[in-house]
Every structure is written in C-alpha cells, then in structure tokens.
C-alpha cells in the first residue's frame, strides 16, 4: 500500500487547526510540510514555529521538504519542532554528506530532494546513507502544477538502483499528484506519494485519501 503524505501548503492557514484534525482522523500516514525561503526556490511559506504548532495537532509522522539554502543553520530547529524526517535539496547542499550526517546525529530520518533535471544517478555515493529520496515531479515553489511525465522513468531507475544495492530507502513523489496518475507512479516503484492539491482542493478530502491509499504495486 502506498504511504500517503498530504502537502499542508494547499491547506487553509486560517483554520489549520481543522485541516489537521482531517489529516488526523484521515488513513494518511505522513504530514508533508514544505519550508521555503524565497532563495532556494522563487516563494517562502513558514518555519520551524508553525511546524511546532502543527506537531503539537498530530501523532502522524512530521515530514518536512526544506526548499532552503544553507539548511544545516537550522537542522537543529526544526528537531526542536519536530521533525521525524528532514529533507535537504541535493542543489542546495555543497556538503550534502556532512548535511545528511547532522540530520542523522540529531535522531531524525534523512532525505534527500532532487530537482526534476538532477539525475537520480547522483546520489550513488549516498544512496545507502539515507532513509528517503524525494523525487520532485514539478519545479519546486508552488502547488497546483503539472506532473512532469519523464519522472516515471526516474522512479524506475532509482528502484532498480536500490533494490540492487538492497536497501530499504523510501522513494517519495512530490508534485502534480492525481488520483489518475497516482497508479503508474506506485507501479514505476514509488513507495510514497505526496499530494496538495489533490487532497485539500477535493469535495471530501478524507475520501480521496483513502483512494490514494488504496493504490498498489
Ligand atoms: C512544491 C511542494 C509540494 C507541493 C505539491 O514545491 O514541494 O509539496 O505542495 O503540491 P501539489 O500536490 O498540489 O502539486
Ligand atoms: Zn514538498
């Protein structure tokens, strides 16, 4: 069964509190919470105080995407607030190792995000250090965009690589999810989807949780 991650940035920020107690009572198993700064990527959401908040509304796992520059200043605050798995861009990071090492350190699971144009090749070096990759499936910055069909192929390179290496590390898609692709990409070898639109944009969110969820290999 796929791991389903709903994306708190197609959520409503005035009554939070509901969406959260949607995901809560939802067969979703992850809460995705995307941190950008306006550098890394062309938009800025929040930071470790509302990831603090939104802990404190939820037992699921905390799931949190930093599309930010230098992250390792603020690995340890979004600890502090959190965080069960913290994700780093491979473009953001000139000393990725050293970053996935101090996410780990701090007791955390650590992921690694490639932008659509970095080859899932280069993370050989890491690939058995870490707990997750995130495969972006649209540019990074915004919900709502179009899947990125070349990702399929992605995936399937990336399982390969793994399951040769026999390693248990997740694959996570992230962008343009739908219930209509949301197969092929379960198929392609993905083990995780994430979904902001396609969740909180629905006329019953709940329910279109449990048709993600639903999908299998
Ligand atoms: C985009 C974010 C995604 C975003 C996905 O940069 O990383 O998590 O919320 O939104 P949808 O599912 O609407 O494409
Ligand atoms: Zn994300």
Redesign the pocket.
């Given at each position: 069964m796929a791991i389903v991650a709903p994306?708190f940035?197609?959520a409503n920020f005035l009554t939070l509190e509901a969406d959260c107690k949607m995901v809560n009572e939802s067969e979703a198993d992850w809460f995705?919470l995307?941190v950008?700064d306006g550098r890394f990527?062309p938009n800025i959401t929040f930071g470790p105080m509302i990831i603090d908040f939104i802990r404190k509304a939820t037992t699921k796992v905390c799931d949190v995407?930093l599309?930010i520059v230098e992250p390792e200043k603020y690995v340890e605050d979004f600890k502090k607030a959190g965080a069960d798995i913290l994700t780093v861009h491979l473009e953001a990071c000139t000393h990725l190792h050293r970053n996935i090492e101090q996410i780990k350190s701090l007791g955390m699971q650590a992921g690694v995000a490639l932008n659509p144009h970095t080859p899932v090749e280069a993370l050989k070096e890491v690939l058995h250090d870490i707990d997750l990759v995130l495969i972006?499936s649209?540019n990074?910055?915004?919900?709502?965009?179009k899947f990125i069909q070349q990702t399929l192929q992605k995936i399937t390179n990336l399982r390969r690589m793994i399951d040769e290496k026999g390693l248990a590390t997740k694959i996570e898609i992230?962008?343009?999810?739908t219930l209509q692709n949301a197969p092929d990409i379960i198929k392609a070898g993905a083990h995780v989807l994430?979904?902001?639109?396609?969740v909180f944009k629905s006329k019953d969110p709940k329910d279109t949780i449990a048709q993600l969820k639903k999908i299998t290999r």
């Amino acid at each position: 069964m796929a791991i389903v991650a709903p994306s708190f940035l197609s959520a409503n920020f005035l009554t939070l509190e509901a969406d959260c107690k949607m995901v809560n009572e939802s067969e979703a198993d992850w809460f995705h919470l995307d941190v950008m700064d306006g550098r890394f990527v062309p938009n800025i959401t929040f930071g470790p105080m509302i990831i603090d908040f939104i802990r404190k509304a939820t037992t699921k796992v905390c799931d949190v995407h930093l599309m930010i520059v230098e992250p390792e200043k603020y690995v340890e605050d979004f600890k502090k607030a959190g965080a069960d798995i913290l994700t780093v861009h491979l473009e953001a990071c000139t000393h990725l190792h050293r970053n996935i090492e101090q996410i780990k350190s701090l007791g955390m699971q650590a992921g690694v995000a490639l932008n659509p144009h970095t080859p899932v090749e280069a993370l050989k070096e890491v690939l058995h250090d870490i707990d997750l990759v995130l495969i972006m499936s649209v540019n990074p910055g915004f919900g709502g965009q179009k899947f990125i069909q070349q990702t399929l192929q992605k995936i399937t390179n990336l399982r390969r690589m793994i399951d040769e290496k026999g390693l248990a590390t997740k694959i996570e898609i992230d962008g343009g999810v739908t219930l209509q692709n949301a197969p092929d990409i379960i198929k392609a070898g993905a083990h995780v989807l994430v979904a902001g639109n396609t969740v909180f944009k629905s006329k019953d969110p709940k329910d279109t949780i449990a048709q993600l969820k639903k999908i299998t290999r």
